[in-house]
Structures are given as C-alpha cells and as structure tokens.
C-alpha cells in the first residue's frame, strides 16, 4: 500500500495569519515545525494502519516549507515547484492507493481560516460545473481520474465540512476551529498529532484502487477582484469573459483543467500591482 501526503501549510495546527505560512518570515520559521509534526502524524497513522510506502508531497507557495530533518524518518518527500500536477504530484504513477490532504483550507470567497484558492488574494471564487471548488475539491477531481481515492482531510473545522462534498468517506480532522479569516480556536499541537495519527491510521483501510472516473468535459469559471485580471486571464487560450470579472473555460478532463486553471493563476499573479492589486 502506496500513500500519497499533500500537504499544505493554511490548515497546519496553529496557523491563523499571513505572516503564518509566508516564507522567510519569523513565524513562518515557528509554524514550520507545527506543519512538520502535522505531516509527520499522518505518516505515523498510515504506517500503523499498513501501509508500506508514504510519499509526501509539498504544496505550499514555494513547496519547501516542512521540514524533512524532522519528519518520520520512514516517509520520502518531493520537495520543490514546477510539478506536473502542482498540488498532487506523483498520483499519475499508477502506485498510489490513497491521497490525504494534509493542512487544506477552504475555497477563496467562503468562510475559513486564510481560505483561497491557489492565490491569497485576486480570485475571489471557483466552479466547477457551477458548484464551488476549493483547492481540495479540484484536486480530488485530478486523483480520481487516477483511481486514487482520497481518504484523510485535515485542516480548519469548515475545511472537514467543505470535504464532506468531494470525499464523504474520508476521515477528517479539525486541528481548529474558524473564528475569522484570521482566527481561530486551536488545539495543541501533542493533541492534534495524536488526532491525525489515529485518523490516519483508520484511513488507511480506505486506501483502494478504484476504476478511474472519467467524469469529463469540465466548465471551469474564475472570478477576480478586479476586471483586469479577468482580462488578462483570457490571453490563455481557450480561456474566455463571462463577464466583468469573471472568465470560464472547458476542459475534457480535469487533468487539462488543473493545468489550464495552473497557466491562468500565474499569468494573473503577473498582473497584479503592488498598491491598486
């Protein structure tokens, strides 16, 4: 048994602010290690649970965040950006039997702590298919494309809630609970390990290969805060205005949408002004 760990920083065990999860800053230095000992649980779980192989994928803005000193010796990490499929690199090898998404938060637009979606700011919110899309649920319609059934989601409580759409039979754990977008009630980081640890490792019986779902063409819409970012998103071919700030495209698999949805953040991100946004 082959488990894939995607781990984002947003939904660590005591994050609650930018400073948080921004690298090079003090408290991104602190939250590291809460992050590690997030990660590091849910390799211990899924260990005890059966597993063989723990593959843990780094997610967060420049994807060199944990810290692998620290980390379960017994896990490997694939560190660094320019990935294929970003957030869930390595799930397109046909050896994976499960994904977790260690560390998620909910969707830009919708309550949650530090929620978005790929940009911190700028989108203000996704569909897919007219229902919202965080990162988890754009990123579990990528995995089971794959066969890979998703089967841990840790992160803020909303974030548990937001899973239940796209992976009902997932275990969750909340590591704290949403006050605001820069709040929350958060547990400590010895209870919240032995919480994934113990979720992990009842998760691990829900790693099975499944036949691959081809739940293609998909209607990917993106609204921004400003109109011009709509405008400059539609130089990405096959990308068009559906209105002000809003642009939509259709991709057969999601496959090709997470991939178009990849070109049109970085191209956005490029257009944005420091001061006016």
Not at 49 to 78: F, K, S
Not at 138 to 162: F, I
Not at 189 to 202: G, K, L, V, Y
Request: aromatic residues 6%.
């Amino acid at each position: 048994m082959k488990i894939l760990i995607s781990a984002d920083m947003e939904g660590a065990t005591g994050v609650t602010w930018p400073a948080d999860v921004l690298p090079g800053t003090p408290q991104w230095e602190r939250c590291r290690r809460l992050f590690t000992s997030d990660v590091s649980a849910a390799v211990a779980g899924f260990l005890d649970g059966g597993a063989d192989e723990v593959l843990i994928n780094e997610a967060h803005w420049t994807m060199r965040n944990l810290l692998l000193e620290e980390l379960d010796e017994r896990a490997q990490m694939l560190t660094g950006r320019h990935k294929s499929l970003s957030m869930v690199e390595g799930v397109q090898h046909g050896d994976v039997d499960g994904i977790a998404f260690v560390g998620y938060h909910t969707g830009a637009g919708t309550e949650g702590v530090l929620a978005h979606t790929y940009l911190a700011n700028s989108i203000t919110g996704v569909w897919v298919d007219g229902v919202p899309a965080s990162e988890g649920r754009l990123n579990a319609l990528v995995v089971a494309e794959y066969g890979v059934p998703v089967v841990l989601v840790t992160g803020d409580d909303r974030t548990c809630e937001d899973a239940k759409g796209y992976a009902p039979a997932a275990r969750s754990v909340a590591v704290k609970d949403y006050v605001s977008r820069y709040a929350a009630v958060c547990r400590t980081p010895a209870r919240t390990a032995a919480d994934i640890r113990e979720a992990a490792r009842e998760a691990a019986a829900l790693a099975v290969r499944h036949e691959p779902v081809r739940g293609g063409p998909f209607r990917v819409e993106l609204e921004f805060d400003a109109a011009q970012l709509a405008g400059a998103a539609s130089v990405v071919p096959g990308v068009e205005p559906t209105g002000e700030r809003r642009v939509a495209y259709t991709s057969p698999t999601m496959y090709e949408g997470i991939r178009c949805f990849k070109a049109v953040t970085t191209v956005v991100s490029a257009a944005v002004e420091e001061q006016y946004g």
